[in-house]
């Protein structure tokens, strides 16, 4: 592969150990790029100016400039760059890593530590940097302004992160029926506005900073109950529900088994665990079970999507946000054979259009949005009377 086409990555970390570590990890891919390091973050803000990155690895604690101080230095002159960060999987730094995403980072991995196994280092390093490192500049690499259309955008970035093209849509009449018995769905044109009783919302990379947006954008309380997946482990979700509740006006909090949703409120799925809701008499209760990931998420927005169907049915609202992979796309099917409405943030705002592209290639969405544009949708359609 041309030095031209290739991935360029800065690595940015205070341990010697560490920068050989990740820099021997990316070297094995012939279309990554290893073009410099840095020991602490202004070195690193000197660095990203003398070579141009297309991607920067960020450590959260190094002296002189911390990770935190230098993402938010870097973000004035650079706002689309992508940045990982690297944290580590204690209190502290989950807390830090939540300030990362707040602050802009892109995304986040947990940081191998340098004292363990060279070969569980680089191992995880495959598993988790290695993806989002490629799918952050597929997202940057501007095939937008090619003229490329969203179907081929969405089979380009499958191609590129290995995920299978989803089954083609085809225009069947929308029905009651179980997804065995009527395995395509179709988005139907100029449905009625009906009533929302409930809103789920589903977003992966970049989904921290797009849901403090959201929230801190509403004045009153949603009329409805709001259910969230967010991919995040453990630690991680219970943070980002305190900040959700601190910026907004709504209560945030990750539900106990069985708990009653009430409108007013939104309830974010916990790390490690899926989310379900089931109807009871009168009331919506909410469940929590770790059943085997799915898409390789636990919580998957498919579980969640496919169960409000089921509950709420037409009075249904959801929201397909920023992330990778296509988490909520057969959930999405089983809202709109419910009659229920799906949205999906643009590709423009995304910092990565996996999942709300997914949506669109599929032509599930009844909109596609800027994420700007998404709090005062959904305050118009949950105040529907």
């Known amino acids: 592969m041309k030095s031209e086409d290739k991935i360029r990555v800065l690595i940015v970390d ?5 920068r050989r570590i990740i820099m021997t990890s990316l070297m094995k891919h012939p279309d990554i790029e290893v073009i410099g390091t840095a020991a602490n973050g202004l070195l690193a803000i000197e660095s990203i100016k003398r070579l141009n990155p297309d991607v920067v690895t960020l450590d959260v604690e190094m002296p002189q400039m911390d990770g935190i101080t230098a993402l938010r230095e870097i973000r004035k002159t650079h706002p ?24 802009g980072a892109s995304d ?3 940081k191998p530590q340098a004292s363990a196994d060279p070969a569980d280092a680089y191992r995880v390093l495959e598993e988790t940097l290695i993806p989002k490192i490629k799918a952050l500049c597929q997202r940057a690499s501007g095939d937008s302004k090619k003229g490329i259309s ?10 590129a992160l290995s995920i299978p093209a989803p089954e083609k849509v085809t225009a069947l009449p929308i029905t009651q029926s179980s997804p065995s018995e009527n395995p395509k769905v179709a988005r139907p044109e100029g449905r009625p506005l009906y009533p929302v009783n409930a809103l789920c919302i589903g977003v992966s990379t970049g989904g921290p900073a797009a849901l403090m947006k959201i929230f801190e954008l509403w004045r009153t309380p949603l009329p409805v109950p709001i259910f969230i997946v967010q991919h995040m482990p453990p630690k991680f979700t219970t943070l980002l529900a305190a900040r959700l509740t601190e910026i907004g006006v709504m209560p945030v909090q990750e539900p106990y088994d069985g708990q009653e949703a009430l409108a007013g409120q939104a309830y974010l799925a916990p ?8 109807q009871k008499g009168t009331k919506v209760l909410m469940y929590l ?6 898409n390789s998420c636990r919580p998957a927005v498919d579980v969640l999507f496919r169960s409000a169907a089921k509950v709420y049915g037409q009075s249904l609202l959801a929201v397909v946000l920023t992330g990778m992979g296509y988490d909520g796309l057969r959930g999405a099917e089983d809202i709109i054979r419910s009659n229920g409405v799906v949205l999906a943030q643009d590709e423009a705002t995304s910092v990565i259009w996996g999942m709300p592209g997914a949506i669109a290639q599929a032509d599930l969405a009844e909109k596609i949005l800027p994420l700007e544009a998404i709090p005062d949708e959904i305050l118009f359609r949950t105040n529907l009377k």
Do not use: C, W
């Open 150 to 159: 969203i179907k081929d955008r969405g089979a380009a970035r499958r191609e």
């Open 289 to 294: 079970n770790e059943d085997p990931p799915e």
């Open 271 to 278: 790390g490690g665990y899926h989310l379900e809701l089931r």
């Open 80 to 103: 689309s760059l992508p940045i990982v960060m690297f944290s580590s999987t204690t209190q502290r730094g989950a807390s830090a890593t939540m300030d990362a995403l707040t602050y």
């Open 14 to 18: 205070d341990s010697a150990v560490m």
């Open 108 to 110: 986040y991995v947990g």
